[in-house]
């Protein structure tokens, strides 16, 4: 009799639904939404992560670019799908932290509305200028100062990371250069290069290969000092002598909110395991991105709350709204 009520106990362990979930996500493949445009910096991070994420779950991890309005549509989009593992954001800065400061009417609560599994890094901002424009930020700002309002910068939309890292600057330097906001880097540096914008603030990995092919000029890196992927580059802060100036476009994985703690454990292990993939690291390297390889469910949300509480004083200094 003990030995029947034992195995009958295991098997109803076995059959509980919590387990058969573990035991069998994923059956199929994941939406890994990254809510801007190919050829931006959120991108090509987002694609570098998922094919090593899907090689850690055994399923393919399919990018899907669901774009506008500053990242906000393919993030609310997450927030409203089924809570089961197979519709994840890869999110920024921008839609993670910096929106809860902009709006009075949020399509979603940023941490309400995800369950947060990890966070995984991200690239220093950079600002690259066209070539017939200064060739160096100082310049830049000077020419800026000239001729209030002449000059113009593009990013990736209002009330992104990058938007908020220009606005600072402007702030900073007390300089008036016109904003135009574009549907995701890729578009911005399109126009950057044909002359129609004279500069943009995106990462230092996006800005590298246009620096190195001389299509556009790298000016300064908002790190807290030089960079050895370009040790010529002075840092924003060189610029303006020695005012503090760092800004990292960050990126976490996350889901909507109620997804199962046994998904969240396995998603968080294959990531800790995409995170310290050797040929992941050395390609991040290569891009200018500083990695997060022991990131775990709970300190990803400190650290979205640490970020939220970070940039609502500069989101307000800039008066940046979204309606």
Sequence with gaps: MRRRTILAAAGAALASPAIVRAQTWPAQPIRLVVAFPPGGPTDVYGRLFGERLSRALGQPVVIENKAGAAGIIGSAGVARAKADGYTLLFGTGS????YASMTDKPEYDILKDFTYVAHVGGGPAAFVGNLSQPDSLKGMLDAARARPGALSY??????????LTTERLKAAAGVDITHVPYRGSGPAMTDLLA???????TTLGSALPFQTSGKARLLAVATA?????APTVPTVSETLGGVPFEAVLWHC???????PPE??????AATRETMNDPALLKALAEQGIVPVTDSTPESTVVFVRGEIERWA????????RME
């Design 95 to 98: 839609t993670q932290a910096l």
């Design 154 to 163: 593009g990013s990736p939309g209002t009330g992104t990371l990058l938007h």
């Design 195 to 201: 002359g129609q914008i004279a500069m943009m603030a």
């Design 225 to 229: 000092q030089r960079t050895a992927l």
């Design 253 to 259: 994985l996350a889901g909507p909110a109620g997804l």
């Design 263 to 268: 998904v969240v454990a396995r998603l968080a």
């Design 313 to 320: 004083p500069i989101v307000k200094a800039a008066g940046v």
